[in-house]
């Protein structure tokens, strides 16, 4: 009995399933599964994100025949062969110790075909998997990653600029300077550098998954030159427009190596938690938190500046600025905004960035998963 229902073509990564065809693509090239191997990779595919026991396995792709569970081994073994998924560090196919499997990675429906039985037997009247249908589908996943980079940074933006105009509102030596406009004033600061940098990111790996599949060495690729291309050009209207405005501008503010290692941390943190597509949605986010303060950390020791540090020398480079972050100096034993300091906070910035960044893509990958799932 054959466990193919309806004729859905399904993508995940760099492959395509087209049930009703039975047939297995990585790009433009056919793989080859046996029929009851076919069959095996149908169901969990189909049965994305939920356990698939070994009977059942044994019901609907063995039906017909009694066999031992080493014949289910090998069955997952190849299809894991066929796509080159990892046991170790799955990104397709998740072993449930003495239970069954789970398909982790994220699956989309490309297109429909009319049901078989409208068609004659011939398999020359198969419909083909439509090349439109595709594209949109994998142009809308790039935009939503896009966004969802876009809405991680906006978060993260938030919190910086709460975290900063706190301490500015504690520090200013203008009493006419309410508290409530530092905050607001920081808070729209953070959070438009938050979103071009989060959008940066999100824009470098959705364009990665969109040429290269969802392999993690290209979303880490795509991430790095994000950041790095948005960076660089924020800090270049940056300079100009203090150029413009004051006739001057301070030099090391926050640009394209900063923006290249925060992206490095989202995607070399999104992958140790397991991808985007972990079983645990908390994983991820946990890992990318603590390779984003270490690479927050690492910035500050070499030199760099990210938005603390970058406040701090605009107070330098202008006698008359109101702006003054010393007391967060008083919580590290400094004077003032001094380099243990900048260090710390820079690693907190790290943290929040690649920690919210990864979240929005998780939770967006989660919802549209369900999305699926539940046509």
């Known amino acids: 009995m054959s466990i193919v229902h309806g004729t859905h073509i399904y993508r995940f990564g760099e492959f395509t399933l087209d049930a009703a065809n039975r047939q297995l693509l990585n790009g433009n090239q056919r793989l080859d599964l046996n029929s009851r191997y076919f069959d095996a990779l149908v169901l969990l595919v189909r049965e994305q994100g939920r356990l698939v026991d070994k009977d059942r396995f044994f019901e609907e792709v063995w039906d017909d025949v009694v066999v031992s569970d080493s014949a289910l081994t090998q069955c997952i073994k190849e299809i894991r062969r066929q796509l080159e998924d990892d046991v170790a560090k799955p990104r397709f196919i998740e072993t449930v110790p003495r239970h069954g499997y789970r398909f982790i990675a994220e699956v989309a429906i490309i297109a429909r075909n009319e049901p078989p039985e409208a068609h004659a037997s011939s398999s020359e009247d198969a419909v083909p998997p439509s090349p439109t249908a595709e594209g949109s589908s994998t142009l809308s996943s790039a935009l939503a990653s896009a966004l969802a980079g876009a809405g991680g940074g906006a978060m993260a933006g938030v919190l910086g600029g709460l975290l900063y105009g706190l301490g500015l509102a504690q520090s200013s030596p203008d009493p006419q300077i309410g508290n409530t406009s530092v905050l607001l004033v920081l808070i729209a600061l953070s959070g438009f550098v938050g979103v071009v940098g989060g959008f940066g990111v999100g824009a470098g790996i959705a364009a990665a998954e969109y040429a290269a599949g969802g392999r993690a060495a290209w979303r880490m690729v795509g991430a790095v030159l994000g950041g ?18 004051l006739g001057q501008t301070p030099a090391g503010i926050t640009g394209g190596v900063e923006g290249a290692a925060r992206g490095l941390a989202v995607g070399l943190g999104a992958h140790l938690g397991g991808g985007f597509e972990a079983p645990s949605r908390w994983r991820p986010v946990v890992a990318a938190a603590a390779t984003g303060a270490v690479a927050g950390v690492l910035i500050a020791v070499s030199g760099g500046h990210l938005l603390g540090g970058s406040l701090d020398l605009l107070a330098q480079s202008f006698s008359d600025s109101r702006i003054t972050l010393d007391a967060f100096g008083r919580y590290f034993g400094e004077v003032r905004f001094g380099r243990t300091t900048q260090i710390v906070l820079a690693g907190i910035e790290g943290l929040i960035f690649a920690g919210c960044v990864v979240g929005a893509f998780v939770a967006s990958r989660t919802a549209r998963r369900t999305a699926v799932i539940d046509r």
């Open 228 to 245: 790095l291309l948005v960076g660089g050009s924020v800090k270049l209207l940056g300079v100009d427009a203090f150029n413009l405005l």
